[in-house]
């Protein structure tokens, strides 16, 4: 199973991105998606996750009522829409499939390559 995040970029403080992650060389709707965001120096932090048909979804606290995932099982590809963004909201992300619902990075099998968000202020 292989994950491939994008979207990611340079956007100033209060803009929005949207990342993507498509996963490939397995049944999509097996997996439940995962996003979490390591910045230097830090450890890896959850971001949110998404079950496999989209009906249940877990945040972190530092994306609650800023971020939504989502995702779209007939074009194997999920979603992270990121609004009102921060400065600290600057690291690299990353897109996991697991077959559950987690919000531990052991949880997940599967992880992509991540993605560079950086926000200025």
């Known amino acids: 199973v292989q994950l491939q995040a994008s979207g990611g970029g340079l956007v100033q403080a209060g803009g929005s991105l949207r990342l993507s992650c498509v996963v490939s060389?397995?049944?999509?709707?097996?997996?439940?998606i995962g996003w979490f965001r390591q910045s230097p120096g830090k450890e890896r932090e959850f971001v949110a996750a998404i079950n496999w048909n989209g009906n249940r979804t877990k945040y972190g606290d530092s994306a609650k009522g800023r971020l939504t995932v989502s995702r779209d099982n007939a074009k194997n590809l999920a979603s992270l829409q990121m609004n009102s963004l921060k400065p600290e909201d600057t690291a690299v992300y990353y897109c996991a499939a697991t077959y559950g619902l987690g919000y531990r990075d052991y949880e997940y099998n599967y992880w992509g390559q991540g993605t560079q968000v950086t926000v200025s202020s």
């Open positions: 060389g397995g049944r999509f709707s097996d997996f439940a």
